[in-house]
């Protein structure tokens, strides 16, 4: 076309652009870059050398057992040193995973494991979280049908305690079945995100605890390891962080006094005190206030300790996003004849939580941390059963294998954590990002 | 949650006590309402550490082993028949007497050292010793030493704030000596300071130092165990005060373990001893008399413990022998121990 006026195209020289340009430019510019390149060259390698050595050139990956299933560890004590005792984890990794879960069942706790990683992924495919059928009818008897289930609890609890007759609590029991179907079908109409968590958590619960279609019941006692900290965790934040919005809308109301004043005391009561205490009074200080034979399970209590604390924490990384919008967008709000739920829903909370998105997955992974301190009220979370694997004494020499394994767990969860809400960000906050 | 929850709970609970719902659970029947509650529930609640080994700590599959374990398994086989119905609860050092006082579980078998204290203050009795523990001493074998009392100027790594710290200076005043403590709060630090040499003795339960003894692998015939135990640690079986009988069951129970051992009764020869003419065993199997019922149990119950669980000295080679730990003082009395059962007549 106009090749005849154009000059024809040439790269530009190597030592312009391309990968050997950039490692003249970055690493090797001058003699005092030269050498620091090679001294780091050097000892990264001699590292990375030693790792790969130690991790799999000479590490010990089986040992053999007696007639009494005693492992025989001389190997792993031999290499010691030289190489790791990948053995431990091939012997205790069921055990460190699913606790003490009866040996035959582990698929179960297995299969809870998948689940809240699958449930993971879905929430953070895009689009799912719009609503479904936009039906007032629909709306309402979902509602109803979620407000019979928490009242039949609540009910079917205190009735347990108050000694009601049996048929009555029968009949609760066949509300209360009726209306967590009713629900969960319900809800995945309406809200089909909240309804795919209510089905899942219900299915991870069901598998878990046992007791109907023919999976044996197995007590929450039994309980342990990863299960226990994905529960924790995942129920925690999923109720803390609505808790938290209202707290934090609470705490500046100016309409409610007295809601102010309760969200207040709240956020700086708990803010005040260690979660480990609130964990002790959850474990210690409840049993002795109930009336003798009335036992609340107590992962439940410690689930409730972990969600009231979150959401103290939440709040205030909440409000600090509502503080940080311009008073214009509400006087906007208001101008156009709003209600408060409808300025609060569609223009305020939209713009404050994505402003806040970096603190708030920071106090999201360090709750999901946090949940290793059930250690103190007798629950063993992932951290604990390994600390309990190693306490078996032919494997108590080699601690740093466990400790590496929980590690490399704890940082793939939490890594994808921070990489989505990255992605998060990037994604809404496109328009301010130019 | 300090003051709103605290205060609700209380306002909950006093409400339930005062419009008199909150009725403890009548005593029908056998006459103890922890039994009771155990037969109906057809299970026993014991609450145990979880994390010690070869007391109690889950194997590779998730099975919880060690005597404080199998000492649950032999109330529950005496109590409703079955040594595997046991809910095995893990309690802390912090929430272990709460756990027994509000009825979370109906026995603790924890490690727990028996004194006055706990039995006079926290309302709760002591039914047997199933394990008796002191402070012990290890050393280097390279080091020659064979007694405690030939470390006059020795340096002993220890951890700060424990009973053992007070008992190495108790000891090495009543025999005017000196020494130098090492004090490192972190056990695998400590662990550690005394293998690098730091110090010449390492001090804990001698339980413990047997087992950290063994963990060492092939390195541990390096190690020593001094033959002198410088304090006492009865470690026993605790019940609730205010139900007599349940405490009767637990108690007798243990005996019915030691009498067995003492008159050769296994798990493997039991069903045999069902024809033996000693008396003793025909009364401890209730083939004569009626001892079980005495206790509002079946007359079979020790042999169902016997059966399922074994005798004392079962239990002891199954958990604390692989651990390295000699019988000693743990021994029944005719063999140079203190585990003396009285008669079951």
Known sequence: ?????????????????????????????????????????????????????????????????????????????????????????????????????????????????????????????????????????????????????????????????????????????????????????????????????????????????????????????????????????????????????????????????????????????????????????????????????????????????????????????????????????????????????????LIVLPQALRLVIPPLVNTFIGFFKDTSLVLIIGLFDLLTMGKIALSDPPWQAFPTEVYIVLALIYISFCFAMSKYSRGLERELNQARGR | MRWNGAGALALMAGLAVSLGFAQPATAQGSGSATLDAAKTRAQILCGISGQVPGFSLPDSQGVMR?????????????????????????????????????????????????????????????????????????????SGVDSAKKMDGATICVQPGTSTELAIADFYRVNKMKFTPILIQDLPELQGAFLSGRCDAYSTDASALATFRFSQGPKAADLVLLPEIISKEPLGVMVRKGDDKWFDIVRWTFIALITAEEKGVTAANVDSMLTSTDPDIRRLLGVDGDLGKALGLDNKWAYNVIKQVGNFGEMWDRNITPMGVPRSINNLWTKGGLQYAPPMR
């Open chain 1, 1 to 345: 076309m106009t090749d005849a006026t154009t000059a024809p195209r040439v790269r530009p020289p190597a030592s312009v652009v391309g990968p050997w340009a950039w490692l003249r430019a970055n690493l090797f510019k001058s003699w005092l870059s030269t050498a620091t390149t090679l001294v780091l060259v050097y000892l990264i390698g001699r590292g990375l050398l030693g790792l790969i050595d130690w991790g799999f050139v000479n590490a010990v990956w089986g040992v053999p057992y007696n007639a009494q299933g005693v492992p025989d560890t001389a190997s792993c004590h031999a290499a010691k040193g030289q190489g790791a005792c990948w053995a431990i984890i091939a012997d205790k990794y069921r055990l460190i995973l699913f606790g003490r879960f009866p040996f035959d069942e582990q698929w179960r706790p297995a299969v809870a494991v998948v689940l809240f990683i699958a449930l993971y992924v879905f929430s953070a495919i895009k689009g799912v979280w719009r609503k479904g059928i936009d039906s007032p009818l629909l709306r309402t008897a979902a509602a109803i049908a979620v407000v019979t289930v928490l009242a039949t609890n609540v009910v079917g609890w205190l009735g347990g305690i108050l000694g009601l007759p049996t048929v009555l609590g029968d009949i609760l029991h066949l509300i209360d079945i009726v209306a967590r179907y009713a629900s969960g079908v319900l809800l995945l109409f309406v809200w089909p995100a909240i309804g795919v968590w209510v089905v899942v958590l219900s299915a991870i619960f069901v598998l878990m605890a046992g007791g109907v279609y023919g999976l044996s019941p197995v007590a929450v006692d039994s309980w342990g390891g990863l299960p226990i900290t994905l529960i924790l965790a995942t129920f925690g934040l999923a109720f803390a962080f609505p808790l938290s919005i209202l707290v934090a809308l609470g705490r500046r109301s100016t309409q409610m006094p007295a809601v102010k004043m309760i969200c207040v005391l709240y956020v700086e009561l708990i803010r005040g005190v260690p979660l480990i205490s609130v964990l002790f009074m959850a474990s210690v200080m409840f049993p002795l206030f109930m009336p003798p034979g009335v036992n609340v399970d107590k992962l439940l209590r410690a689930q409730i300790a972990v969600i009231l604390f979150a959401a103290a924490y939440l709040a205030e990384v909440v409000r600090g996003g509502l503080q940080a919008l311009p008073k214009g967008q509400a006087e906007a709000a208001d101008a156009l004849g709003m209600t408060y739920w409808q300025k609060t829903g």
């Open chain 2, 66 to 142: 060690g005597l404080d374990a199998d000492t649950c398994r032999a109330i529950a086989a005496a109590a409703v028949g079955d040594a595997t119905k046991v809910k095995f609860v893990p309690t802390t050092t912090q929430n272990r007497f709460t756990a027994l006082q509000s009825g979370e579980v109906d026995l603790l078998s924890r490690t727990t050292t028996w004194t006055l204290g706990r039995e006079g203050n926290l309302g709760l009795l002591f039914a047997w010793v199933n394990y008796y523990d002191g402070t012990g001493f290890l050393v280097k074998k390279s």
